[in-house]
Each structure stands twice: as C-alpha cells, then as structure tokens.
C-alpha cells in the first residue's frame, strides 16, 4: 500500500475506492517523526519520546471508543470503520493545510469560518481535537465539508476541553506556523480567540 503521510499516532494508507487505512505507528516509526519535531519546536526532548509515545497510544486508544461509540455523525469523522483498539479506516479526504497552502487570503479566511462552524459543532456535543490543530488534523470531504481528519486525539471531558481552551492550544507554534499567510493566520488565531477563548 501506499504511504501518504505520517505524524506521532499515525501512518496513513491509500486503500484505493476512496478509502485510506491510519495504522498507529510502531515506537521506532513515532521516533522518527518526534525527533524531527523536537529539532524544530525544541520539545520534547529526545528522552521523552517513549512517553509521549505511551501517552499518545492511551489517548489513542480512548479516542477510537469516543469514535465507535461518541456523540458525532459518522461524517463529520469521514466515515470511519474502527478495526481494532487503535487502528481505522477513513475515507480520503483532502488536508486543510493543503487547501490553505493554495488559498489567497479571502478564500483562507473562508476556510476558517467553515472550520469554526465545525468545531463550534464538536464543542456543543462535547467533543474537541486536542489542540484544534487545523492543518494537520481536519480534512475536506467530497462533499467541501470541514471534517475531523485525525481521530486519535479527541478529549470530550468539560475539564480537557476547558484547559484547551483556557491554554489557547490553536495557537500553539506547530498548528500557526503552518498557515503561511500573515493575514490568515492572523484572521484564525482571532476568530479561535472569540469563539473559544475563556
């Protein structure tokens, strides 16, 4: 199969017919990915990355029964199928990063009110991605819906979802850094703010 991209949880898989397999990765594949984050955030340390990678993999794990059993519409997750404790299959949806990458400024700002629409959506049923990250974790279906691309960090506690919010987690470095228009990135980190600011 087919490799598409690879983060700390995941490695994705084109299954062909639409359809991608988000495998959980193994310690040494995780490695590979934090360290290079480490060298470009500075964090974790390189000694941390067998526990960020446990807690990872519980999070994970408590995400995928938020995913077969939670509160949202199969679409609004891009119709997974859950195969075991950890890994799915998703149907292929197209990364915000990708879609902001090609975008003028009007255009991004449009995607960010379509993205906080959505979240204002998963914020009422209870349900957050951890960091609101969106360019790495939210998608496009084929229908042009913002949709929750990254399933294996969703908290759905009042107090998680209160300390994200409290800790303004959309604007931490490696969720900004990655909208490249000034004026965009702006336009997002103050909509996150008066939408989800406490």
């Not at 009110?113 to 209870?126: G, I, M, P, Q, T």
């Amino acid at each position: 199969m087919k490799v598409l991209g690879r983060g700390w949880q995941y490695t994705t898989y084109d299954l062909g017919g639409g359809r991608v397999l988000k495998k959980y990765n193994s310690l040494a594949q995780a490695y590979v990915v934090m360290f290079a984050d480490c060298l470009r955030y500075g964090q974790p340390t390189p000694l941390k990355i067998p526990r960020y990678h446990k807690g990872c993999k519980e999070t994970a794990m408590d995400s995928m029964k938020k995913v077969s059993n939670g509160p949202l519409e199969s679409w609004m997750m891009g119709n997974p199928k859950v195969l075991n404790s950890l890994d799915y299959e998703q149907d292929t949806l197209t990364p915000l990063h990708e879609k902001l990458a090609d975008a003028g400024t009007t255009e991004g700002k449009k995607i960010v009110d379509d993205f906080v629409a959505f979240n204002k959506l998963l914020v009422e049923r209870s349900l957050i991605d951890k960091s609101f990250n969106i360019t790495k974790n939210f998608g496009i279906d084929a229908q042009g819906k913002v949709v929750l691309m990254d399933l294996g960090e969703l908290y759905s506690s009042k107090a998680a979802i209160d300390k994200q919010r409290r800790n303004r987690a959309w604007n931490s470095p490696y969720v900004v850094d990655v909208i490249s228009n000034d004026a965009v990135r702006t336009y997002f980190i103050d909509q996150m703010d008066r939408s989800f600011g406490v």
